[in-house]
């Protein structure tokens, strides 16, 4: 968001009362995060907070849905905090010499990546989630979101950044890992992520809200006030469920941002991301630049520079007007996982004011 435009809405934000909702809490909840949600204009929101071992607190504010207050097992869409632990599971299947974050995708693909300017330069896992892969958020992939576009053909779209070589955040490049490593393993994404992530780490969540039992919660726009959702979970719920089969024409728009988990469960992938194993991950490999200072990127990781004294790690969530956060200190081995039903969306640059505010509170105490 330019900064006009977040002043712009800052300011009609100040024009809208805030909910007012009381803050259930269990554990230890740094202070002030009820002041901070009502202030940012929270629908609902679920907050977890980790150490190195457990989750160590838990605090449960406003509603999923209209009657339906967040409860500790409230699944959210957590929007493109699902980078990160797509990311997450890349790398433990590339460590155990499953997969290779640096093969040629094209091998696994019906279609190439290969960018126009560099047509002998391999696109490879590594590059999408990385977002130094060249591929860019252009129209064809706005119209593919509302329709079923094979890939092959979305392909041959303005699908290209204008230039190979650097960084530009792509939805679509971090949607076509889940097709690479469908093509690797020989599975559906789903399955993948159960076998390799989820079910080790004893994690319940899904790439599919007809998979969840638990109660979902819709997303909310502040601005402009509805009341109706921009997202209703349970109208997606009541789609069918696809074939358990991999198809990397058709599972693009997975990884991206449609992962289905509730606070303490993301808090438990934190917690397991914080782990040495994951250093590797951490590595800076491109900077954000003009578009955030703030932020570099790792392999689907935020890289936090200047908000707090020590390098911050994890990954930002936001889609229909739900705002969600993943973040954590592996010097300090403590983090937090936020999901919201609807938050404020001002920011500047593309760290959300909601987890700037979040972070000072529990990182600086």
């Known amino acids: 968001m330019k900064k006009w435009k977040a002043a712009v809405y800052r300011a009609a934000l ?3 009362p805030c909910r007012e909702h009381a803050l259930r809490s269990s554990g230890t909840v740094p202070d002030g995060i009820s002041r901070i949600l009502h202030y940012h204009h929270a629908v609902g929101a679920a907050a977890a907070f980790f150490d190195a071992g457990k989750v160590t607190g838990l605090c449960l504010y406003g509603n999923a849905a209209p ?10 869409r957590a929007a493109s905090v699902s980078k990160h632990i797509t990311a997450m599971a890349a790398w433990r299947l590339h460590e155990a010499g499953q997969i290779d974050l640096d093969a040629d995708a094209d091998a696994f693909l019906p279609c190439s990546l290969r960018h126009p300017q ?33 890939l ?20 679509l490049g971090a949607g076509i890992a889940a097709c690479v490593m469908e093509g690797m393993l020989g599975l559906s994404f789903e399955r993948i992520m159960q ?13 599919y809200p007809q998979r969840i039992q638990a109660p979902l919660a819709n997303a909310y726009r502040v601005l402009p006030p509805r009341k109706s959702p921009a997202l209703d979970v349970q109208a997606r719920k009541a789609r069918p469920l696809p074939a358990d089969i991999p198809n ?3 599972h693009y728009l997975l990884s991206q941002g449609n992962l289905y988990i509730d606070a303490p469960n993301l808090a438990r992938l934190g917690m397991e991301l914080m782990h040495p194993r994951y250093a590797p991950m951490r590595k800076q490999t491109a900077a954000f630049g003009a578009r955030d200072s703030r932020l570099g990127m ?7 520079h200047g908000v707090t004294p020590g390098l911050l790690y994890g990954h930002q969530g936001l889609a229909y007007g739900a705002m969600h956060g993943l973040f954590y200190d592996p010097a300090a081995q403590k983090g937090f996982a936020l999901l919201t039903s609807g938050a404020s969306e001002a920011r500047a640059g593309v760290l959300s004011d909601l987890n700037i505010a979040m972070i000072r509170q529990v990182f600086h105490g």
Request: charged share 10%.
């Open 118 to 150: 560099a047509p002998d330069v391999p696109i490879t896992l590594r590059r999408l989630l990385s977002h130094t892969a060249g591929i860019h958020d252009g129209a064809a992939y706005a119209a593919a979101c509302a329709g079923s576009v094979p």
């Open 152 to 171: 092959s053909r979305l392909m041959q779209g303005d699908v290209h950044t204008a230039a190979f070589g650097g960084f530009e955040y792509s939805n």
């Open 248 to 250: 990397p024409e058709g």
């Open 14 to 16: 100040e024009m809208i």
């Open 195 to 207: 076998q390799s992530l989820f079910a080790p780490l004893k994690v319940q969540a899904s790439f």
């Open 67 to 76: 009657g339906q207050p967040v409860q500790a097992n409230t699944v959210f």
């Open 298 to 304: 790792g392999l689907g990781t935020f890289i936090v």
